[in-house]
């Protein structure tokens, strides 16, 4: 099954979770409403949602309940985005302005703030503390995994699992909790909703390892902003980590970051593009983020065989291929 056929069967549920978000975000001040509309009109996947609806068919399957895991997640997701884009001076995500060059930086944290708040508001619907717990947990390694990359930029030295260490909490552990909230909300068992999380562990892994995948290798109209936008802001990620590891390429790109970091990103970055374009790197990177992808299939091996453990299959295949 192709992702836009799971979206097409799962119409009614995303669209009723959509407004949700739109209703969860109103507000009577109009500059935080009219900032934070734009945010999520500005589209996305809604992976995050997707897998909670997904995770919650593994026990009793209650909109009412499950919309205060779903929203909640996708609101932590966008806000995190709104206050990356002010870190990354972003000016276009998705193809649309970013809300800080649309208003200003100000406008954006307090945004990114409000919205954060109004997730965790929605959570509390669910009288359950460990759902509490875990989405908290979850907002205070993303933190930490935004800070590590701050403290990491721009440094040729960092390892491979440095890399990970980040990744797992900047992106992973969202994606993770997605797939274990929904099934903690419909009431499955711990063990099942533990197998969960393992699954989107493994599977947020592989995205945003493609992610930074394509940051190299794809076009502006595929990524919804230019290429190379990691590395212009310092962000050493995996494809080139691996490609420093190559002695003939080392002293090259060493060269090439050294002027993009004294030009503080405002150069023509093309040439190291390339190198990395040509490099095993990408190959390599392309190869862990499979793996991780069958790893995420593996974990799904003893779960009921009900048509939700499928589309969780073709969800990770989606991730593990995506050119967008």
Same mark, same amino acid.
């Given at each position: ?71 909640? =997640? ?11 884009? /002010?870190? %990354? #001076?972003? $000016?276009?995500?998705? @193809? ?99 197998? =969960? ?11 945003? /390892?493609? %992610? #930074?995948? $394509?940051?190299?290798? @794809? ?106």
């Amino acid at each position: 099954m192709k992702l836009i056929d799971l979206y097409a069967k799962m119409k009614r549920d995303i669209s009723y979770i959509e407004k949700e978000l739109e209703r969860n975000i109103d507000t009577d001040h109009a500059l935080l409403r009219e900032a934070s509309v734009h945010l999520l009109k500005a589209g996305g996947k809604r992976i995050r949602p997707i897998f909670v609806l997904l995770g919650a068919k593994f026990g009793t399957y209650d909109m009412e309940r499950i919309k205060h895991v779903a929203v909640p =997640l996708e609101l932590i997701h966008m806000a995190s985005l709104v206050h990356d884009d /002010v870190i %990354d #001076d972003a $000016l276009t995500r998705r @193809g649309q302005l970013t809300v800080r060059s649309k208003w200003d930086n100000r406008v954006a944290m307090y945004t990114g703030d409000y919205i954060f708040a109004k997730a965790l508001e929605v959570a509390t619907k669910l009288e359950n503390p460990r759902i509490h717990q875990i989405l908290s947990k979850a907002i205070l390694e993303m933190s930490i995994g935004e800070m590590e990359q701050i403290r990491f930029f721009f440094n040729p030295d960092q390892t491979v699992r440095d890399y990970m260490l980040r990744i797992r909490r900047k992106t992973a552990l969202l994606i993770a909790i997605s797939c274990q909230l929904g099934a903690i909300a419909a009431g499955a068992s711990e063990k099942l909703s533990n197998r =969960l999380y393992s699954f989107g562990y493994n599977v947020g892994m592989a995205f945003q /390892v493609r %992610d #930074d995948l $394509l940051d190299l290798i @794809g076009t502006e109209k595929e990524i919804g902003k230019p290429p190379g936008s990691d590395i212009r802001q310092g962000n050493i990620t995996i494809p080139v980590i691996f490609a420093l590891q190559e002695p003939e390429l080392r002293g090259p790109l060493l060269s090439e970051l050294k002027r993009i970091q004294e030009a503080d990103g405002q150069t023509d970055i093309r040439y190291f593009i390339q190198m990395i374009r040509d490099s095993k790197g990408i190959k390599q990177a392309e190869q862990l983020a499979n793996r991780y992808i069958d790893k995420a299939i593996a974990q799904l091996k003893d779960l009921p065989d009900i048509q939700a453990k499928k589309d969780l299959i073709s969800v990770a295949h989606f991730i593990g291929n995506r050119s967008y």
